[in-house]
């Protein structure tokens, strides 16, 4: 017998929690199935509604005020403006240390990259960080941690105009972590607190790390690190270092794997779990059956198919990163319905060749009708009970506009809400 | 004259290094005058095989006994550069028995060791290999890193007082009555290019004699003193892939022919190539459909390549030369061989011999017997030592030491940081501080970055072909930033961030004939790292100046949240 619920979510990435939560939320009876690791993991956990228009102006105060005027095929335009802040509403009342609901301009923060980058929501471990805030800033970087260094980011941040005074100063990390150390290694010992030994004595991860910084510290307010503080404590662990300094201490965020992305995701799990749905992740859909309506999909799990059905489903499978769309020499597609993706002929015709150029593939992805069902060539229903949310959309360039996050929330929540309507 | 003749060389690829090396071992006062950077040219472009010389052993007998002669050479003095992989030459059913027996023959008469295995030995050696492989030829093929081996010989070079300049283009030939008497060079500026020797201006730099080294450049500075040179430069696409489908040199055994050889070099493997006449060597077209036919053809011998992933492809051009009254129509036809042009001879211009044609394999010969030349000139007599004398990093080099617990580094790290390094292994890796992997496809730690750096200057890009750094799987998804980070430490944001921006354009340029499939995710992906993460793409730095009173600075109103330690998130997660 096949396993049964009302609203099947494909995929456990930001669009596909928010579609399940929202479902389930609605009264539905919600399974979802995931495959690979979340691309939270990559994602530096800030969450961005709109940072540029597509025609590149920017960065935008106001996220909102620029969606009416998107084109057609963007998925904000499919969705409104209502929605997108909606789900917004939904993102704050359900995911905890998360700070920016108090206003609806962007704000900016410092990447490690070493620019500016306006977003719409941000982790409480990054708020002392704002850019726009014109407290002066000490920038701490871990000797062994190749992917921030102080120095550089500082420098790179003046430049870019920052209204405050930003230094930077490298330390080593106290106790004996191999030079290749992950960061969960420096966020579990934070967290435990556990002793490290510092010239022969043992002391306290906190304390020690604390008396590394102390000295270098000169009149700054405000205390950046990378995304390493902490990961079940983060709040305790930045807690404790700001008292012990003196000063706010916040995080950077951080390239993969980033904490902020994986506690983001731990907290979506959380919430849904909490909501009650049945949570399944590891295993691929290999197939399905039905023509014009999904009858059922089949995971594979050790080597057996095994069905799964539902009345509706939900499509949250990723873009190219997260393999929900994928591409061979002579065409780009959608593996898991073999959903219709609209794209160039020639391959070439895929890309600019300028690196940050306005990339045709960066917008690749399924079109759908104003209930994000996903259509053919023609503009037809590919089927009449699947949506699509996130990533796996077409006609937008997350990267570009700084949008990721506010797509999937916005497209993810309208797509759970009415498969559930649809369902009951 | 001086009390040793000065001798101006013009090309900084493998030829041109390989004379200035053994002109300054004989003790000549040497200047070497390249373009670009070392291995601008043709070297820089080429497939890294060490040819057994197999692959002429059947058309072209005298360049396959040049190639036997430095293939054995270059594994001594050279080692670290070289990986002897071995190679074969595969016979699939529609080949022909006769030819496959006149490789065979052809093999023996160049004392190319060569045995015959059948398709069952074959693929127990590579397991990949079709199952309709008959049978094949082994022969001593290996993989060479160019960049490696062309830095280590500029090493060497300049340690017996020879003067390199990189970015210095040769403008003009200077002749007085019927001589070449010098060069005039004008010198690049820019931290980019302070690669070695100086910076800025122009220079009408004096010689005794000049060598034109400069491959398929080799005509614009014949034309410089009026003389023609007709070098047939011919292209060839490589198309890279992401892991190594095969660990020996797989030749296809047939007569000349498109898409014939995958070369394993470091972690990817090479397929190549085309043979294609063009005009212009610094301006033709590369075209997808080039690539198209490495995988197509080649599938016939490693089918896996049909899906398997490619990181990228380039293309090289080949210097061809054959006197012009041979005429051949097809490039396919024109020798492999190496010319020398003496100009008196030839064109009654004295001070001046051309070297064109040639191998990779063979430049060191090149470099032997043009320094006879120029030594003739002169009436010296000494002796080329060049065949004897193992280049900075392969001296003493017997054993790998265990410098994984040395210099504490992973296994994996180690190892590969000491077969790039070679004997330097152990000035490079002895550092003060802890050395972290900045490059993790291609193992490349912080140490061997700053080696490079100090080496290269504010180019990104010359770091990456000294180390490897950023040419694996990620194709510097992951490390362009980190690489520039390192950089940082030497120079300047805004030449560091020039630096970076150049590093990230290139490592573009070559994936765009590989996006398809898993590297256009990976694409993707590194658009999201660089673009969404870094939010490089719109760099305030680089671009108009940022209101920034004008966005949130938080619930609290700016400077007054001086409550120091109180965090206002109400966690719910938090448990302590």
Same mark, same amino acid.
């Given at each position: ?424 | ?212 080294? /400069? ?57 190549? /190539? ?303």
């Amino acid at each position: 017998m096949a396993i049964e619920s009302e609203v099947l979510v494909i995929g456990g990435g930001l669009a596909g929690l928010t579609s399940a939560l929202s479902a389930a939320r609605e009264g539905a009876d919600v399974r979802l199935v995931s495959y690979k690791q979340s691309t939270l993991r990559n994602a530096s956990g800030l969450v961005d509604i709109l940072g540029y228009t597509p025609d590149g102006e920017g960065p935008l105060t106001d996220p909102y005020e620029a969606i009416p005027d998107l084109p057609d095929e963007h998925p904000y335009s499919t969705v409104g403006l209502r929605t997108v802040k909606e789900a917004m509403g939904l993102f704050d009342e359900v995911v905890p240390n998360y700070q920016g609901e108090h206003t609806e301009t962007n704000a900016l923060l410092p990447t490690h990259g070493g620019t500016v980058k306006p977003t719409a929501r941000y982790p409480a471990s990054a708020a002392p960080g704002l850019a726009s805030d014109d407290r002066d800033v000490l920038l701490v970087g871990l000797e062994s941690m190749v992917d921030f260094d102080a120095q550089h980011v500082a420098a790179h941040l003046e430049n870019a105009g920052v209204p405050f005074d930003v230094r930077g100063e490298t330390i080593r990390f106290p106790g004996d972590l191999r030079a290749d150390a992950k960061v969960t290694r420096y966020a579990k010992l934070l967290d435990t607190n556990s002793e490290v030994p510092v010239r022969g004595r043992n002391k306290m991860a906190r304390d020690a790390l604390a008396e590394r910084v102390n000295p270098l510290l000169e009149d700054e307010e405000r205390v950046g690190l990378p995304a390493i503080l902490g990961d079940d404590h983060a709040r305790s662990v930045r807690a404790a270092l700001s008292q012990k300094l003196g000063a706010e201490v916040f995080e950077v965020p951080m390239g993969p794997p980033s904490l902020p992305g994986l506690r983001l995701e731990d907290a979506l799990f959380e919430a849904l779990d909490e909501a009650g749905a049945s949570i399944e992740t590891g295993n691929p859909v290999a197939d399905f059956d039905g023509e014009d309506r999904v009858e059922r999909i089949y995971i594979e799990k050790n080597g057996a198919k095994i069905p799964n059905t539902a009345d509706q489903y939900v499509l949250a499978t990723g873009g190219l990163v997260g393999k929900g769309i994928e591409s061979n020499r002579e065409n780009v597609y959608e593996p898991v319905f073999d959903c219709h993706v609209d794209n160039a002929a020639d391959r070439y015709e895929w890309f600019e060749n300028d690196v940050f150029g306005d990339h045709p593939f960066a917008t690749y992805g399924v079109a759908t009708d104003p209930d994000l069902r996903p259509t053919d060539a023609d503009g037809d229903l590919e089927f009449e009970n699947v949506r699509a949310a996130g990533g796996v959309l077409g006609g937008y360039d997350y990267a570009a506009e700084k949008s990721g996050s506010g797509v999937s929330l916005s497209t993810g929540y309208a797509a759970g809400q009415s498969a559930a309507q649809e369902a009951l | 004259m001086a009390s040793v003749p000065h001798i101006a060389v013009i090309g900084g690829g493998s030829t041109g290094i390989g004379i200035a090396r053994d002109l300054a071992m004989r003790g000549l006062d040497v200047t070497l005058v390249e373009q670009g950077n070392l291995t601008h040219g043709t070297t820089g472009r080429m497939h890294g095989l060490l040819h057994s010389g197999g692959r002429y052993a059947v058309s072209d007998q005298a360049s396959a006994n040049e190639c036997i002669e430095e293939n054995k050479v270059l594994r001594d003095i050279a080692s670290h550069c070289v990986e002897m992989t071995g190679g074969m030459f595969v016979k699939r059913p529609e080949d022909t028995e006769e030819y496959f027996e006149e490789k065979l023959e052809g093999c023996k008469a160049c004392d190319i060791p060569a045995e015959v295995i059948s398709g069952e030995e074959a693929r127990a050696i590579e397991p990949h290999l079709a199952r309709d492989i008959d049978k094949a030829i082994t022969v001593p093929d290996g993989a060479i890193d160019p960049f490696r081996l062309v830095v280590a010989n500029a090493a060497s070079a300049e340690e017996h007082g020879a003067r390199i300049e990189t970015h210095s283009k040769v403008t003009d030939l200077v002749v007085e009555d019927d001589e070449v008497v010098g060069v005039e060079v004008e010198h690049q500026t820019g931290p980019d290019k302070k690669v070695r020797g100086t910076e800025g201006g122009t220079e009408q730099i004096r010689a005794d004699y000049v060598v034109n080294a /400069t491959g398929a450049w080799a005509g614009r500075i014949g034309d410089m003193a009026n003389v023609d040179i007709e070098v047939r430069p011919s292209k060839g696409v490589m198309t890279i892939m992401n892991i190594r489908q095969v660990d020996t040199v797989i030749n296809r055994c047939r007569p000349k022919g498109d898409a014939d050889i995958i070369v394993p070099h470091e972690t990817t493997a090479i397929l190549g /190539t085309t043979d294609e006449e063009v005009d212009d060597p610094e301006d033709y077209p590369e075209e997808g459909w080039e690539v198209e036919l490495m995988i197509d053809t080649l599938k016939e011998l490693v089918p896996m390549l049909e899906e398997a992933r490619t990181i990228r492809s380039f293309w090289g051009v080949r210097p061809l030369y054959e006197p012009p009254d041979v005429g051949s129509d097809d490039p396919t036809d024109i020798t492999r061989d190496y010319f020398l042009l003496d100009h008196e001879e030839r064109d009654d211009l004295h001070g001046m011999t051309s070297i064109v044609g040639g191998k990779f394999t063979t430049y060191r010969m090149m470099g032997e017997e043009i320094s006879d030349h120029v030594c003739d000139q002169f009436g010296i007599d000494a002796e080329c030592r060049t065949a004897e004398v193992p280049l900075p990093g392969s001296e003493d080099f017997s054993v790998l030491r265990d410098y994984m617990d040395e210099f504490g580094l992973r296994s994996p790290i180690g190892r590969r940081s000491v077969e790039r390094l070679g004997s330097r292994a152990e000035d490079v890796l002895n550092t003060d501080g802890p050395n972290p992997t900045v490059c993790e496809c291609e193992a490349v730690t912080r140490a061997e970055i700053k080696d490079a750096i100090s080496q290269s200057g504010a180019n990104l890009n010359a770091v990456r072909i000294r180390t490897r750094a950023s040419m694996g799987n990620c194709q510097g998804g992951f490390c362009c930033n980190r690489m520039a980070s390192e950089l940082h430490g030497e120079f300047d944001e805004q030449i560091t961030r020039e630096a970076w921006d150049a590093l990230l354009q290139e490592r573009w340029k070559g994936q765009r004939h590989a996006l398809w499939g898993q590297q256009l995710s990976q694409a993707a992906l590194n658009y999201a790292l660089h673009a969404t993460t870094q939010n490089r793409d719109n760099d305030p730095a680089d671009g108009e100046p940022v209101d920034f009173a004008a966005f949130d600075s938080g619930p609290t109103p700016t400077g007054t949240s001086g409550q120091t330690g109180v965090v206002t998130d109400g966690g719910t997660r938090d448990g302590d």
